[in-house]
């Protein structure tokens, strides 16, 4: 027995996960002055719509690229209506009304779902080690979801507070992490079918037509002058991040690594959010926060490491 070192594509395929999901947890740790200045449902037309001027010529197929079947197109569709549109609806409405540790807590279950989902409609088997790294996964986020939470330095204006219903929250929050497993499960199929770029501006463009309605309505209401300059550049740089490098890396990671796998990566979406609370935003790491990044890492480390064959 000697062991195998992973391919230079499956290396490449790790970064790539790797880094859609830490640029997904800076940029919603990011988006707070976003989500105050913006009705969620005219944020989510404004960005898609941003997204799709930058990328038009993605939409082309490339030459070696089959004619997409109706199969694909309803395929492209979920992935979209699941994975985009629903996903930032569920998740920005769910954390407004419940707490954020409630909400770390329900999205620690995504790398478990996302292997029972890809067992159940990818048949991929789910090896011990897999198991291990979910199972890490799944605990170094709930145990940095459940670490005290440090008050911040300024009180928060009158007003700000928004009205509190867990209950519906949590259940939201749930569903946005069912979405996430759709997002996973579709994506792994839509991959072997078109090319990482098509698939980034084909679901983009179904979200911009699915939020279109919703952002007609809110923009004729609403007064774009009293929006800084600064919130502008960081609506287009949340735009691109969101709609455009992170799914084209997410897209690009799934077509050399099970679903099951790639999920375990998803633990670097609030540990990244985490990190830059802690060096951007001035917040503070306690020492459960710091052990939840170890053994998240630690379940990325097991579902990265090279096998062993004959």
């Not at 089959?66 to 930032?88: A, D, H, I, Q």
């Not at 209950?167 to 792994?188: D, H, Q």
Request: with cysteine; proline share 7%.
């Amino acid at each position: 027995m000697n062991s195998a070192a992973p391919a230079p594509g499956r290396l490449v395929a790790y970064g790539c996960l790797a880094l859609s999901m830490s640029l997904v947890g800076a940029y919603v740790a990011l988006s707070k002055p976003l989500v105050v200045a913006f009705p969620v449902l005219l944020l989510a037309w404004l960005r898609f719509g941003i997204a799709a001027l930058a990328m038009p010529h993605w939409l082309k197929r490339a030459p070696d690229e089959p004619p997409m079947t109706p199969r694909t197109r309803g395929l492209v569709f979920l992935e979209s209506f699941l994975g985009n549109f629903l996903f930032s609806i569920c998740m920005l409405y769910g954390v407004s009304l419940t707490s954020a540790v409630s909400a770390g807590v329900i999205m620690a279950s995504i790398p478990a779902c996302v292997a029972v989902a890809s067992w159940l409609f990818l048949r991929e088997r789910i090896t011990m080690r897999i198991a291990l790294a979910i199972a890490c996964a799944a605990f170094g986020i709930g145990l940095l979801a459940l670490a005290p939470a440090h008050t911040p330095a300024h009180a928060p204006e009158p007003g700000a507070m928004r009205s509190s219903i867990p209950w519906l929250g949590n259940l939201l929050v749930f569903c946005a992490v069912l979405c996430e497993t759709a997002y996973a499960v579709i994506g792994k199929s839509l991959t072997g079918r078109l090319g990482p770029k098509r698939i980034a501006s084909l679901i983009n463009l179904w979200g911009f037509v699915l939020s279109m309605p919703f952002g007609i309505w809110l923009a004729l209401q609403f007064d774009f002058s009293a929006v800084r300059l600064g919130i502008w550049a960081l609506l287009v740089a949340y735009a691109l991040a969101a709609s455009i490098w992170t799914v084209w890396l997410w897209m690009n990671g799934l077509r050399h690594v099970p679903a099951a796998q790639a999920s375990v990566f998803t633990v670097l979406l609030p540990v990244s959010a985490a990190l830059v609370g802690v060096l951007v935003l001035g917040e503070n790491l306690s020492s459960p926060q710091l052990l939840a990044f170890v053994i998240a890492l630690v379940g990325v480390v097991l579902a990265t490491w090279p096998g062993r064959r004959t």
